[in-house]
Structures are given as C-alpha cells and as structure tokens.
C-alpha cells in the first residue's frame, strides 16, 4: 500500500502540483466501477489528512456499493478553463488512482463510509511554458516520474 506520505516522499515535486490542484475546490470527481463492470462517475469530497488522501461516502450510495466489490478508484481534481488569451495561464488537472481502504473516524459516520487512498498511480496533465503543446507527468509507486509532450 502506497500512502500519500509516501507519493510525498518518492515523488515530491508532482505530488505538491497535485496537491495543489486538488485544494483548488471543493467538489471533485470519483470513478467507480458497476456491478456490470462500466464506469460510473460521482462528485466526492476530499481531504489530505496525516499523510493521506481521505474521503467519506454516504451510507447506501451507489459509489458506495461500488467500491464494496472493487475498491479501485479514480479521483479528478475540480477543472477550469483556461484563460482565452493566455493558455499557459491554465492551473492544470491532476488524477489520482488507487485502491481503497476502510479507515475509522469514531463519531463521524457509520464503520466502512470513511476511505484512505492506496495510491497506484498520480497523473499531472499541464500546458508547456511555449503554449502549443500538453505536458503530462506521471508517476506510479517503485517508479521514476515520468513527462510526455503532446501536440
């Protein structure tokens, strides 16, 4: 299992713009899977809290149930639009991916509503300095981070 702390440790300079990016807003998007094996996207709220990335579902939702027979999920950070004159103004996006695991929170909410994220990967997608192509940075637990150009 790969804690935030740890992504903090192995890849400090992603992991800060990512942290960054998620503190942006409030309200972010969580991917799930369906019994039937299709995606389901659903807003979630998140925190970084004692070295990790923790979020909390309501008792009897669907993410909830979907996580009960998958804990694989992945997280997206609020988005913005770039400003129409200047692209490389544009703040970026940043996705987490993982696996969940049940955490307590005495006095919260029901045993098994509360999540940490076991991280499996974090990806940064930005605009290079030049404006016309993306930067993509990643990086996954054991490895090197990672940048690919796009055009």
Request: no cysteine.
């Amino acid at each position: 299992m790969t804690s935030w702390s740890e992504v903090e440790q192995a890849a400090p300079e992603p992991a800060a713009v990512v942290r960054a990016l998620f503190g942006r807003g409030k309200h972010k998007t969580m991917a799930t899977l369906r019994r039937d094996g299709s995606p389901r996207l659903s807003g979630i709220e998140t925190e970084f809290e004692h070295g990790e990335l923790t979020l909390g579902m309501m008792p009897g939702s669907m993410k909830l149930a979907d996580v009960g027979r998958d804990p694989r999920v992945a997280l997206h950070s609020p988005s913005v639009d770039p400003p129409a004159d200047d692209p490389t103004g544009w703040p970026g996006e940043a996705r987490v991916s993982g696996r969940l695991h049940a955490i307590a929170r005495p006095g919260e909410g029901p045993d098994g509503s509360y999540f940490a994220v076991d991280v499996t990967e974090i990806v940064l997608t930005r605009i290079a300095p030049s404006g016309d192509r993306l930067i993509i940075t990643s990086w996954r637990p054991g490895g090197q981070v990672r940048e690919v150009e796009r055009t």
